[in-house]
């Protein structure tokens, strides 16, 4: 049964899934979360579809019928994606709304079947969305540490402390976990025991909230500072190209491209080696969420709460594009952040508090 079992697809956090799935679709179901927003897309594991929103509510939904199989209150929000594996959820948790960071948290691991806790690792304000791989949890933390747990029982494997915030998820390629800081650095850390490889940046890259993704030898990460970065696999920075506003979004690998979205509106396509623009496309509003991409189409969605001025309901959409030439093929009314995780039948589109079911009509 296929799984997508970790924000990003796979542990170098492409976003890119061998699917074919084409619009255009059909609602077959929607579930509400709660009465806050969903910040991050589900994971999927065994036909359940796993996810969390702002005001901490967990849900298991089945994939096939949006039944809600259970869900689980916690007293955090939860402002990233969970990690699925061997029947174990693994779920980050910030503090109370309003998620200021004010209080300590933990990572909890959740019995898939029924939601029921197996243990909780305490750490700071945990934003990161956790990554399975090897026997281990890895994630980041408010506290300016990367973790790395054993996934069964939670033990503390290694960690390792940044000089600021590490509010992204990690990504893994080889032997090495890739994590960006607040402190304006990325690093490279030994995936065994959590030594420092290198770090590039010379603290001069900004916030870096986006998680990382890894491909063909090259690191990406995406900035606050409104840049988006490739570095070799060495460390050594390839290019950096500007865009015109803020850069949340991670960027999504396929072929020999990257998209990447920013709060100048618009997708950016990019030469993976170069940095060059192959095109971009102007959605009309903020980018915050990861681009996905699946058959040929990448697929984002538009922020309607991330402007600095007020709240644009209407802004709230979700594209999809033609990979090769950026030219619009589909449209949905809803969407936020990153918008959509698939499987050989279905389509699971996050909106702004709803997740949709869809399947391709005919």
Same mark, same amino acid.
């Given at each position: 049964?296929?799984?997508?079992?970790?924000?990003?697809? %796979?542990? $170098?956090?492409?976003? =890119?899934?061998?699917?074919?799935?084409?619009?255009?679709?059909?609602?077959?179901?929607?579930?509400? @979360? %709660? =009465?806050?927003?969903?910040?991050?897309?589900?994971?999927?594991?065994?036909?359940?579809? #796993?996810?969390?929103?702002?005001?901490?509510?967990?849900?298991?939904?089945?994939?096939?019928?949006?039944?809600?199989?259970?869900?689980?209150?916690?007293?955090?929000?939860?402002?990233?994606?969970?990690?699925?594996?061997?029947?174990?959820?693994?779920?980050?948790?910030?503090?109370?709304?309003?998620?200021? @960071? =004010?209080?300590?948290?933990?990572?909890?691991?959740? %019995?898939?079947?029924?939601?029921?806790?197996?243990?909780?690792?305490?750490?700071?304000?945990?934003?990161?969305?956790? *990554? *399975?791989?090897?026997?281990?949890?890895? #994630?980041?933390?408010?506290?300016?540490?990367?973790? $790395?747990?054993?996934?069964?029982?939670?033990? *503390?494997?290694?960690?390792?402390?940044?000089?600021?915030?590490?509010?992204?998820?990690? $990504?893994?390629?080889?032997?090495?976990?890739?994590?960006?800081?607040?402190?304006?650095?990325?690093?490279?850390?030994?995936?065994?025991?959590?030594?420092?490889?290198?770090?590039?940046?010379?603290?001069?890259?900004?916030?870096?909230?986006?998680?990382?993704?890894?491909?063909?030898?090259?690191?990406?990460?995406?900035?606050?500072?409104?840049?988006?970065?490739?570095?070799?696999?060495?460390?050594?920075?390839?290019? =950096?190209?500007?865009?015109?506003?803020?850069?949340?979004?991670?960027?999504?690998?396929?072929?020999?491209?990257?998209?990447?979205?920013?709060?100048?509106?618009?997708?950016?396509?990019?030469?993976?080696?170069?940095?060059?623009?192959?095109?971009?496309?102007?959605?009309?509003?903020?980018?915050?969420?990861?681009?996905?991409?699946?058959?040929?189409?990448?697929?984002?969605?538009?922020?309607?709460?991330?402007?600095?001025?007020?709240?644009?309901?209407?802004?709230?959409?979700?594209?999809?594009? %033609?990979?090769?030439?950026?030219?619009?093929?589909?449209?949905?009314?809803?969407?936020?952040?990153?918008?959509?995780?698939?499987?050989?039948?279905?389509?699971?589109?996050?909106? #702004?508090?709803?997740?949709?079911?869809?399947?391709?009509?005919?």
């Amino acid at each position: 049964m296929f799984s997508w079992p970790v924000f990003g697809f %796979d542990p $170098a956090r492409t976003h =890119s899934a061998p699917l074919r799935l084409r619009p255009p679709f059909r609602t077959l179901w929607k579930v509400y @979360g %709660d =009465s806050s927003f969903i910040e991050f897309p589900p994971v999927l594991a065994a036909g359940r579809l #796993f996810f969390g929103t702002n005001h901490g509510l967990a849900l298991a939904v089945q994939a096939a019928s949006g039944r809600i199989a259970w869900h689980r209150q916690f007293a955090g929000c939860i402002a990233s994606s969970p990690a699925v594996g061997n029947g174990v959820v693994y779920i980050g948790l910030m503090d109370p709304p309003p998620c200021s @960071g =004010s209080a300590p948290s933990f990572l909890a691991a959740l %019995d898939a079947r029924d939601g029921r806790t197996l243990w909780r690792f305490r750490a700071g304000v945990i934003e990161s969305s956790p *990554l *399975l791989a090897g026997g281990r949890v890895y #994630f980041g933390s408010w506290d300016h540490r990367v973790y $790395a747990l054993d996934a069964r029982t939670g033990r *503390l494997e290694w960690s390792f402390a940044t000089g600021d915030r590490v509010k992204g998820g990690v $990504a893994l390629a080889g032997r090495t976990v890739y994590a960006g800081s607040y402190d304006g650095y990325l690093y490279a850390l030994d995936v065994r025991h959590g030594g420092l490889r290198w770090r590039a940046g010379s603290g001069r890259l900004g916030g870096l909230y986006a998680t990382p993704s890894v491909s063909h030898g090259r690191v990406f990460v995406s900035s606050t500072n409104g840049r988006v970065y490739a570095f070799s696999l060495s460390g050594a920075e390839l290019w =950096s190209v500007q865009t015109g506003s803020y850069v949340y979004s991670p960027a999504a690998l396929a072929g020999a491209t990257a998209y990447v979205g920013s709060y100048d509106h618009r997708l950016y396509a990019l030469s993976q080696a170069t940095g060059g623009t192959r095109w971009t496309f102007d959605a009309g509003a903020p980018i915050s969420g990861a681009p996905t991409v699946i058959d040929g189409l990448v697929y984002f969605s538009t922020c309607g709460s991330c402007s600095s001025y007020e709240s644009n309901p209407r802004a709230r959409r979700t594209f999809a594009l %033609d990979a090769a030439t950026g030219r619009l093929v589909w449209r949905f009314p809803d969407g936020e952040y990153s918008p959509v995780i698939g499987d050989q039948e279905r389509l699971y589109l996050t909106g #702004f508090t709803s997740l949709y079911g869809l399947a391709p009509r005919g």
